[in-house]
């Protein structure tokens, strides 16, 4: 039977990880190569990488940087943060990243999306979501969560599926940094409305709120960063514990 | 020597990474010759199936590759690329392996692509999965698959059972990715290069 994964997401900066709240305060948390090997080996399934200072000037560095985690790391990893066109796709995946993900530039040019997945499959390109419940509605944001779009979140993860994503990240901005658990209704409905693999993002504070994501929403994937940064939640004994409730992980 | 053919496919760096930390000497190339003198050859594979076979058309490796008397690995598309056919752009392949490879039909809410790690079950005492424990986890990426088959060696079941790995003589295939499946994958690569 097919595992859930856990996916724990690092934030870089300059080549380094960084540590903080809501993209402030942030601070040095070391080597990411470091920091993805630990989580490798405590039984993380799959690593995403997110460049948060993202522009042209350092991109070299987040090169250098999937060069020496593909070197390293034995398990799929992806990349995103400021990806906006095929060239810049192609030297991540050349250099070793399994995945590209994308967020605002493919709200801004959708086309991204189909030609990412033409030219290298679908298996390769993850849409990241930010989305809250605004007026009603969960609406779709971009730039950091700073810009309201005219997509519903529904609306938006539909085209994005029948662009050629393989994967959706979708992260409740309601939920991200709360510590008191995912969206898990919602993550509910849009699992049942998509027919790729959704990954879940945002409100992770304990083990529990996991096994509410997956008993509620049957996503395919869980994902977090400060609890396991910081500790909070050990990836080995968050698949313990989840395998002893039931849900089936790789131990 | 393991010669890496070196056709496009999206997983090429992965296996060459895979390759350094076993250090394992390879050599990525799409030279007939070069392909010829390696020991073991890896056919990698990410992608499509129509793009693959052309690719390997235009460089001319089709009958290269056929006629590879000593072990040869396909990965991945690179293992359905062995077999007769696909439904992937319905498209003839290199016909080595007897069988059809199919698009997976989900049943309910079964996603597409089938992608994260699941495990595998033998079917056979070949000693290349001696050390494979039986619902050992591997990582797959895939919507097309292999069908069971005599030639099929290891299971999976992801809305149906189907082929985890194969062999036909002396070319074998893994659906999923040894070289992105943690330390059993590694291992599993390494005793392919010592068969």
């Known amino acids: 039977m097919l595992t859930k994964r856990i996916i724990p997401c690092l934030d870089i900066k300059n080549g380094r990880t960084v540590k903080g709240t809501n993209f402030v305060d942030l601070r040095d948390a070391g080597d990411p190569v470091d920091l993805a090997k630990k989580y490798s080996d405590s039984g993380a399934d799959e690593l995403v990488f997110l460049d948060i200072a993202a522009t042209q000037e350092n991109r070299s560095t987040l090169i250098e940087l999937v060069k020496r985690v593909g070197a390293e790391v034995n398990i799929p990893f992806s990349v995103g943060g400021g990806i906006s066109d095929v060239s810049t796709a192609y030297n991540l995946l050349q250099n070793g990243a399994d995945k590209i993900s994308i967020n605002s530039s493919a709200v801004r040019n959708p086309d991204l999306i189909t030609d990412l997945s033409r030219q290298f499959g679908e298996q390769c390109v993850i849409v990241a979501i930010d989305a809250k419940f605004h007026k009603g509605k969960w609406m779709v944001y971009t730039h950091g969560g700073t810009k309201l779009t005219e997509f519903t979140l529904l609306k938006w993860a539909k085209e994005t599926q029948e662009r050629g994503a393989g994967e959706i990240l979708f992260t409740s901005m309601d939920n991200d940094g709360t510590k008191n658990g995912f969206a898990c209704e919602m993550l509910r409905t849009l699992n049942h409305e998509i027919s790729i693999p959704i990954i879940a993002s945002g409100g992770a504070g304990n083990m529990e709120h996991f096994l509410d994501l997956f008993g509620v929403s049957d996503v395919s994937a869980g994902l977090a960063a400060s609890i396991f940064h910081y500790q909070e939640v050990e990836i080995k004994a968050l698949k313990t514990y989840l395998s002893q409730n039931q849900i089936k992980v790789r131990l | ?195």
């Open chain 2, 1 to 195: 020597m393991v010669a890496i053919i070196n056709y496009g496919a999206g997983n090429t760096q992965s296996v060459i990474n895979c390759l350094d930390r076993i250090q394992c000497e390879y050599i990525l190339t799409d030279q007939p010759e070069s392909i010829l003198s390696a020991d073991k050859v890896i056919l990698p594979g990410v992608g499509h199936a129509a793009t693959a076979m052309q690719s390997l058309k235009d460089k001319g490796l089709i009958e290269i590759i056929k006629n590879y008397e000593k072990p040869l690995l396909g990965i991945c598309l690179g293992m359905q690329l062995l077999f007769d056919f696909s439904e992937e752009g319905d498209t003839t392949c290199l016909g080595i392996i007897p069988g059809k490879i199919m698009k997976f039909k989900p049943l309910t809410n079964e996603k597409i692509p089938h992608m994260g790690w699941n495990q595998i079950s033998k079917r056979t005492l070949d000693p290349l999965y001696k050390d494979v424990v039986d619902n050992e986890n591997f990582y797959f990426v895939h919507s097309y698959y292999a069908e069971i088959s005599k030639y099929t060696e290891t299971i999976c079941e992801y809305i149906q059972t189907f082929t985890a790995t194969c062999r036909y003589e002396n070319f074998y295939g893994m659906q999923f990715h040894p070289e992105k499946s943690g330390k059993v994958g590694e291992n599993l690569i390494q005793k392919f290069i010592n068969l």
